[in-house]
C-alpha cells in the first residue's frame, strides 16, 4: 500500500516538474528571434538598414570616413552621456544601434536632425549625433547598443 502511494506520489510529482519547465521554456518563436543574423555587403555607404529584432528597430549603420571623422573628432566634455566613437562601434565603418529614442520611445529618423549623419527624433525634438550619441533635446541617454558581433566582414548576428 505504501508503495503504491509512493509510486502515484512521484508520477505526480514528475508531471507538475514538466509542467513548469515545459511552461517555463521559450516557444519555438520566441527562440527564433532572440538571434538574428544580417548581411551586410548589400548596405550601401552613407545608408541606414531597418531591421526588426525582439519586435523592435534596429539600426544598422554603413558609416563613410568623414562621417567617421567627425564622430571621433567631437570633444567628450560637450557630450551628456559620454561615449567614445570606439567605445559604441566594434568597427568603424558600422554603427549598430536600437532605433528607439530614449526619451519616451519613438523612433528616429536616419540621416536628419542637426549633427550630419545622425539621427532625429521628431516626437519631441531630440539629436543624436551619427554614433547614436544624444546631443540636443530631451532626451538624456544615448541611443542603446544591442548585443551583437560579428560573424565576419559581412555578417553580424544580432543577440
Ligand atoms: Fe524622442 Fe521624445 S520620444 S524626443
Redesign the pocket.
Known amino acids: 500500500m505504501f508503495s503504491v502511494a509512493c509510486i502515484t506520489g512521484l508520477y505526480g510529482c514528475k508531471a507538475h516538474l514538466l509542467h513548469y519547465v515545459l511552461f517555463c521554456m521559450p516557444s519555438r518563436d520566441i527562440l527564433a528571434e532572440a538571434q538574428l543574423e544580417v548581411k551586410l555587403n548589400g548596405i550601401p555607404e552613407g545608408k541606414v538598414l531597418v531591421v526588426k529584432w525582439r519586435g523592435k528597430p534596429v539600426f544598422i549603420y554603413h558609416r563613410s570616413q568623414s562621417i567617421i571623422n567627425q564622430e571621433r573628432a567631437v570633444n567628450l566634455s560637450e557630450l551628456r552621456d559620454p561615449e567614445t566613437d570606439n567605445d559604441r562601434a566594434k568597427r568603424s565603418e558600422w554603427l549598430i544601434v536600437m532605433g528607439i529614442?530614449t526619451?519616451?520611445?519613438?523612433v528616429?529618423i536616419p540621416n536628419a536632425g542637426l549633427i550630419p549623419g545622425g539621427f532625429f527624433?521628431p516626437?519631441?525634438?531630440?539629436h543624436f549625433d551619427a554614433a547614436g550619441r544624444i546631443r540636443k533635446?530631451?532626451?538624456m541617454t544615448n541611443l542603446e547598443i544591442p548585443e551583437y558581433s560579428f560573424i565576419d566582414d559581412n555578417n553580424i548576428i544580432i543577440g
Open positions: 529614442c526619451h519616451l520611445g519613438c528616429p527624433c516626437c519631441h525634438g531630440s533635446g530631451p532626451a
